[in-house]
């Protein structure tokens, strides 16, 4: 397969609702696309960088100029160009994962999309349908947050999903729980707490959760260990886990019985499938978490969630848990019992609506690849 040309597109879409974490609140998603251009098809990838750095060192405009200045070089220079030849040729740029994936699903959608092979079947998908949860923002009140809640459980979701933060924790949990009863829920702090909040998040206990996520700081690997010493509720990992060797390691020293595999932190689908099986060897279960995606990085997901051992629901949500008719491909719709249909059509097995992406692009940049 020969590159012959990029697009590198930015959209902005508002969101149903804002969105809050201990990051701040989103009120819309400035979403950088790739399109790659071949000599057998056409392949788009999405970078699920936000606007600025605040989950992780990337963000959307300084991916935006590292693919077109550093990494669209390398990758040209590729001869035969495979999903497999993305990672090594693009090995010596140093960090941005989610640049890096979102060229490589590019690469992968366009190879697929060739040979009328569907990602979720080239991944090891052993599922056509996914559980879905839902990620719950931190509320204005509790009464405000037992609403949405309430909304999301009715229209079926698997599990909830809530925020929290200090100030944010313990009242909320007690407040879902009692309301809720048996509800599959857990929490994700996003790297709020410390260490020394131990005995706070061990008032956690005693509401059945199915787990923590990323409660400390993304490098205190130790202290993750250290923490599900000291309570009873699962540890899962988001931010630690950067690559299959994070998640080794972190297993390894017991700072996580659970891991959430999200692609664009690990620099793209191939390492996140290695993830998964580091995992499953270790008999460590793992979901697909979720970056705010449009169709294209929602249909990916969707196929690497089907792989065997994604045992627990993911952030795999409906297309309208965040957007309300601003889709740039077909919706993906919670059937009953709340579960999301991996797409099954060759590539991402979804169409983008280019006209109506014309609509909503605030910029494009086209780079054409001489031989």
Same mark, same amino acid.
């Given at each position: ?301 969707? $196929? ?13 949500? $409906? ?53």
């Amino acid at each position: 397969m020969k590159l012959q040309e990029i697009e590198l597109r930015r959209i902005r879409l508002p969101l149903v609702a804002p969105f809050r974490t201990s990051f701040g609140v989103e009120h819309e998603r400035d979403i950088l696309l790739v399109k790659l251009t071949t000599d057998v098809a056409e392949g788009w990838g999405e970078c699920v960088a936000g606007a600025e750095p605040l989950y992780s060192s990337e963000y959307a405009d300084g991916a935006h100029r590292v693919i077109r200045d550093h990494l669209l070089p390398r990758l040209a220079g590729v001869p035969d160009l495979s999903p497999a030849r993305v990672g090594p040729a693009l090995a010596t740029v140093e960090g941005h994962p989610m640049a890096k994936a979102a060229l490589e699903l590019a690469v992968l959608d366009a190879e697929l999309r060739a040979h009328g092979m569907p990602l979720a079947g080239y991944l090891g998908a052993v599922r056509d349908k996914v559980p879905a949860g839902v990620s719950v923002g931190i509320a204005g009140s509790i009464p405000e947050l037992l609403e949405v809640v309430d909304g999301y459980l009715a229209d079926g979701y698997a599990r909830i999903k809530l925020k929290i933060q200090p100030g944010w924790d313990v009242e909320p949990v007690r407040a879902v729980r009692e309301r809720f009863g048996d509800v599959v829920l857990q929490v994700d702090a996003n790297a709020a707490y410390t260490l020394a909040d131990a005995p706070r998040l061990a008032r956690l206990d005693p509401f059945d959760l199915l787990l923590i996520e990323q409660p400390l700081a993304t490098d205190d690997v130790r202290g993750h260990a250290e923490l599900a010493r000291r309570v009873r509720t699962p540890i899962c990992l988001d931010e630690s886990i950067t690559s299959a060797r994070a998640a080794a390691d972190a297993i390894a020293v017991g700072a996580c019985a659970i891991v959430n595999v999200k692609a664009g932190r690990v620099g793209g689908f191939l390492e996140a499938r290695r993830v998964h099986d580091v995992c499953a060897a270790n008999g460590v279960p793992v979901w697909c978490g979720g970056m705010l995606e449009t169709g294209v990085g929602r249909a990916a997901n969707l $196929a690497l969630a089907g792989l065997p051992n994604f045992t627990l629901p993911g952030d795999t949500s $409906a297309s309208d848990r965040y957007w309300r008719r601003e889709l740039i491909t077909e919706p993906f719709v919670l059937e009953p019992p709340g579960v999301v249909r991996v797409p099954s059509g060759p590539g991402l097995g979804v169409t983008v609506d280019e006209e109506f992406l014309e609509a909503i692009t605030t910029s494009v940049e086209r780079r054409r690849v001489d031989r």
